[in-house]
């Protein structure tokens, strides 16, 4: 656009060469750079930095999204030796399951999702076997082999065997068996019992009662001939030594066995307590605690006891034995000699019975059979002898005690106060009434096996519960919601960042690169410049039906045509002026006779 003498715009659209002069012009008054610089200024240049700044955003976007799934590895097995870790790699290549190794090749790792899948498919196939060879030894015996390297091979299988078994145990993580078998000899002056020794590596914070160190000793005792329990040792990682049977006989305390016996006498009672209340008072309204005096001394006694003797009528008669003797004489009696040879004299005076002289009509007659006279008394010794042995009573008793029976129980019974409801709707507590405890205490006491004679006791509180407890946590601070809150804000996080380059930075790019940032700019201006010609079309009154004719522009009263003219010439000058791209816009508009 020039300015002519006259001050009128011409317009220099339709000559080339003078554009193509400024063009020229201006060119020459910029300084070529050339290198780097000027290429990344050339728009090829400039495309080639959007390529790369599209592609390092697309990375940068996919590295954010790899981080975040990134997998947490989690220890599979650890401290294995070299077989085991090949047969481990092995199956887990065969399973697909991705692994890699700890530092230092300790440990072996996989995702923390197919740990426990990992190590039950693994145990399935006998992994890791610990370093413990077993009968599976002895299967590839090489042929002549001497008999000291099967003796041996026999043995290392032998121990493998027992230390499974031994690990099989819950409380167990490894075992190693040591054996020493004497050679046989067929002198028994010289023959030696077999010993054993175990060494146990327990699980953090398991342990072993006698009971089960005592299974472990008649596990391994039974599995070697002619060895004795005496002759077996266990000891644990940390050097205690667990077969120290003497020990145990020694010491008066309770062993774990007894300590939870008694733990769940006490247990039993309260939950049987708490089982037959809770109904009455309601769940959660009553509290029960038991104390048992468990006696685990064992007691044997024997008694011997007789009673006073009876009386000969209720006396049982045990033995009895009678002898009687007789002995009968002549009449011939005497030291013996010549007078004793000789016969008796006859009797002077007249022998009379005295029954039958007092008979009545038979007074001073002999009474003797047949009338005969009665024959002469005779003389001789009579003995009886009678021995009786009475029973006598005796009662045996042998009474054993066993241990473990309840001494003494003490329970201890506390019931809230009953939830009523009142005459204004509301929920009071009150205390419970005497027939009401009274009925409490009666159940407990059958519940509990009360005894009087064994002096049990019982004691049953009625108070109100304390309300003070602890506020329960809001939900934001507990644990699991913080959790969950933190894993939702790594998400939330992640797509905020991808969405920020996303659309902050790639998709600029990829306008720029396709051209149609450039579009949309042009566009715009052109809306601008078309709104802005036609408000000022319509601020100066131009009719579009006569272009020819002079508009007033400057706003000033009406003037002659001349007047007019330069009013306008000044108004337009003002707006290139002011507003250089508007009076392009509508000098484009009149060249292309838009």
Known sequence: MAVAADGTMTSDANNPASENASTDGVASQQPTQGGVVGYARSPQGRRVLLIVAAAATIALMIGIWMWSQKVEYRVLFSNFNDRDGGAIVASLQQMNVPYKYSDGGTAILVPENMVHDARLKLA?????????????????????????LEQVNFQRALEG??????????????????????????????????????VLSLYPGRYLDQQQVSAIIHLVASSVPELSPKAVTIVDQNGNL????????????????QLKYVQDIQQDIVKRVESIIAPIVGSGNVRAEATADIDFSRSEQASEAYKPNQTQDTAAVRSKQSSEANSASNGTSGVPGALTNQPPAPATAQIVNPAAANAPGQAGAAATPNGAAPAPASSGNSRKDETVNYEVDKTVRYTQQPMGG?????????????RTIDNTGKIVMRPLTEAERNQISDLVKEAMGYSKDRGDSLNVVNTQFSTDLEPELPLWKQPGMIELAKEIGKYVLLAAVLLYLYFGVLRPIIWKLSGREERERLAKEKAEAEAAAAAAAVAAGFDPDDPDAIVNLSGEPELDDRAQYK?????AKQWAKNDPKLVASIIKGWVNNE
Not at 140 to 148: A, D, E, P, R, V
Not at 406 to 418: P, S
């Open 242 to 257: 667990l077969s120290d049977t003497t020990k145990q006989a020694q010491t008066n305390t309770l062993d774990p066995t």
């Open 124 to 148: 399935a196939q006998g992994l890791p076997k610990g370093g413990n060879v077993g009968f599976e030894l002895m299967e590839n015996q090489k042929l002549g082999i001497s008999q000291f």
């Open 567 to 571: 009013a306008n010439l000044e108004t």
């Open 406 to 418: 309840v001494r003494r129980l003490t329970v201890a019974v506390v019931v809230n106060y009953k």
């Open 161 to 198: 065997e027992l230390a499974r078994s031994v690990q099989s145990l819950s409380s167990v993580q490894n075992a190693r068996v040591h054996l020493a078998l004497p050679k046989a000899s067929v002198f028994v002056r010289d023959q030696q019992k077999p010993t054993a020794s175990v």
